[in-house]
Structures are given as C-alpha cells and as structure tokens.
Nanobody, 130 residues
Framework: QVQLVESGGGQVQAGGSLRLSCAASGRTFSGYALGWFRQAPGKEREFVAACITYGRCTTNDADEGRFTVSRDDAQNMVFLQMNTLKPEDTAVYYC????????????????????????WGQGTHVTVSS
C-alpha cells in the first residue's frame, strides 16, 4: 500500500525558508511522478512542483525561482525547498504520486493536474507571517 508522509512544515516569517520532505513507501516509484500541491484556506488545491525522475522536475510559473523540487529515488523521497516565503504561501502542502502510464503524456512531460495523481499524503501546514 502506497503511503506518503510529509514533514518540515511550520511557521516562518515572510522572507524565510522551509524545506518540506516527503517519504514515500509501498512500492518502487520508477515511472511515477512525485510532487507537491498546496491548498490555501478557501481555495482549490493547486499544483506546486513535481519530478518524474531525478533531474526532470518542474515548478509552477508563479513560484519559479523561489521553490525548488528534487527527488531522491534511492530513498524514495521528494523535497520542496521554499525560499523567500510570502504570506500568500500559507497553505497545507500535500505530497502526491501517480503513475505516468496511461495519462497520455508526452515523453518527459510532467503531470500537473490533481486527477493525474493517485495517492496523497495527509499534508503539512505552512504558515508565513508578515
């Protein structure tokens, strides 16, 4: 059974940094995307960043340059380094994974839609104060 456990959330002042970690277990994740979504209060859950393999990653346009996603396949982990945090980054951050097969993606394309991810963690809270 696939399990995803996030850690690293917390409260930080604007301009600060946090590093989120997600430990994945229950299968090998070759051929699976590993990534992050977030859900702010009163808003839809949105894509933040993901990797389909080591070194093949993407971040949403709004957070490009501040957030960096990476994955360690040897440890089945995915990380999200968040720098220069803003109050609007306050949200619950979810780790997610899904098989790349059957999605109709182009080779090298990284899934960014919620429905493309099958498994989700419980989430970790990030609060950024001004």
């Amino acid at each position: 059974q696939v399990q995803l456990v996030e850690s690293g959330g917390g409260q930080v002042q604007a301009g600060g940094s946090l590093r989120l970690s997600c430990a994945a277990s229950g299968r090998t994740f070759s051929g699976y995307a590993l990534g992050w979504f977030r859900q702010a209060p009163g808003k839809e859950r949105e894509f933040v960043a993901a990797c389909i393999t080591y070194g093949r990653c993407t971040t949403n346009d709004a957070d490009e340059g501040r957030f960096t996603v990476s994955r360690d396949d040897a440890q089945n982990m995915v990380f999200l380094q968040m720098n220069t945090l803003k109050p609007e980054d306050t949200a619950v951050y979810y780790c997610a994974t899904g098989s790349l097969g059957g999605l109709g993606l182009r080779v090298g394309q990284i899934p960014k839609e919620r429905y493309e991810y099958e498994y989700w963690g419980q989430g970790t809270h990030v609060t950024v104060s001004s």
